[in-house]
């Protein structure tokens, strides 16, 4: 079965410009979860979605967004970039949600903003 | 609300030796709590879990944890640490029933493992 897959693996942008990541879950897997890690924050929690809709959402400006499709892949956006999203943002999928069931992680997609 | 504090940023280790890792955690209500390993350049990938079953925990890799309530500590240990394990180690936590669909992380602490 394959993994958990992120696009791209490696951003490079500016500020003020937005971004698209995006994140295909283990077959079968309707749970979707975003964290951004930085060496200073460490891992925050972004947003969970399931079969398309949002059941959490962390404390992120709303600069960031997110949304899940009918066939589980979620992508997430962030608009207006600033320096300080640089990090490493991991998508994770599971079953039914992260709380209960494994979380299987992707490799994450390297955000640099200049 | 849940929080977990992982003492030691850095914990180092020769091969061989006990591996201890330390989390303790906060909750309002009783917890699920979980370890994941993150290996350089790689996603995170569980180890173990508690959800309120059997209080010692073993994981993969040799690994295990034991939930103790009046400690509120969730620690874990390995008898034997292997030039492999070295790489970064996430405690987290999140409510029991899983109604707040979020993984609360600790901030990690890097295992080192010298020969």
């Known amino acids: 079965k394959a993994g958990v897959t992120q696009t791209p693996r490696y951003l490079i942008k500016t500020r003020g410009q937005q971004v698209t990541l995006s994140c295909s879950p283990i077959?079968?897997?309707?749970?979707v979860s975003w964290y951004q890690q930085t060496p200073g924050q460490g891992l925050q929690f972004l947003f969970e979605?399931?079969?398309?809709?949002?059941?959490n959402k962390g404390n992120f400006p709303g600069r960031f967004s997110g949304r899940q499709f009918s066939n589980s892949r979620s992508e997430m956006n962030v608009s207006t970039l600033e320096l300080g999203d640089s990090a490493l943002y991991l998508c994770?999928?599971?079953?039914?949600?992260?709380?209960?069931?494994?979380?299987?992680f992707g490799p994450g997609t390297r955000l640099t903003v200049l | 609300a849940q929080s977990v504090t992982q003492l030691g940023s850095h914990v180092s280790v020769s091969e061989g030796a006990l591996v201890l890792l330390r989390c303790n955690y906060s909750?309002?209500?009783?917890?699920?709590l979980f370890w994941y390993v993150q290996y350089p350049n790689q996603g995170l990938q569980l180890l173990l879990k508690y959800t309120s079953a059997a209080t010692l925990v073993k994981g993969i890799n040799g690994f295990e944890a034991e939930f103790k309530k009046s400690e509120t500590s969730f620690h874990l240990t390995k008898p034997s640490a292997h030039m492999s394990d070295a790489a970064e180690y996430f405690c987290?936590?999140?409510?029991?029933?899983?109604?707040?669909?979020?993984?609360?992380f600790g901030k990690g602490t890097l295992l080192t493992v010298n020969p």
């Open positions: 994770a999928s599971s079953l039914g949600g992260p709380s209960t069931d494994t979380q299987y």
């Open positions: 077959s079968g897997h309707r749970s």
């Open positions: 987290a936590v999140s409510m029991s029933g899983g109604s707040n669909y979020k993984l609360t």
């Open positions: 979605y399931f079969s398309e809709t949002q059941r």
């Open positions: 909750s309002s209500v009783p917890p699920y």
